[in-house]
Nanobody, 119 residues
Framework: QVQLVESGGGLVQPGGSLRLSCAAS????????MSWYRQAPGKERELVAV????????HYADSVKGRFTISRDNAKNTVYLRMNKLKSEDTAVYYC????????????WGQGTQVTVSS
């Protein structure tokens, strides 16, 4: 059974930092693209960052480039999102997502973790 469990969310002041973690179980990450999405109240879910293990490539939404860093620890089967210089507009529920790059239609979501940026 595949599970993605996020942690690390919370309340932080503007300009502060947080690190989100996504612990994966039930699969190994080598054939998966791991992503972070976020959804703010009243808005659609949007892609924040992606990392592909096969070649180590990463992709970021323009709104977080230079502030957020996605990384993975394959030994722990965990993906991280380091968020620096946080802004109020980063407030959202952050979701971890796993997409199988080999088998079509296999994708999984975590339950989400709340990030609130406020003074």
């Amino acid at each position: 059974q595949v599970q993605l469990v996020e942690s690390g969310g919370g309340l932080v002041q503007p300009g502060g930092s947080l690190r989100l973690s996504c612990a994966a179980s039930g699969f190994t990450g080598s054939t998966y693209a791991m992503s972070w999405y976020r959804q703010a109240p009243g808005k659609e879910r949007e892609l924040v960052a992606v990392i592909v293990d096969a070649d180590g490539s990463t992709h970021y939404a323009d709104s977080v480039k230079g502030r957020f860093t996605i990384s993975r620890d394959n030994a722990k089967n965990t993906v991280y999102l380091r968020m620096n210089k946080l802004k109020s507009e980063d407030t959202a529920v952050y979701y971890c997502h796993a997409l199988n790059l080999v088998v079509a239609g296999q994708a999984y979501w975590g339950q989400g973790t709340q990030v609130t940026v406020s003074s």
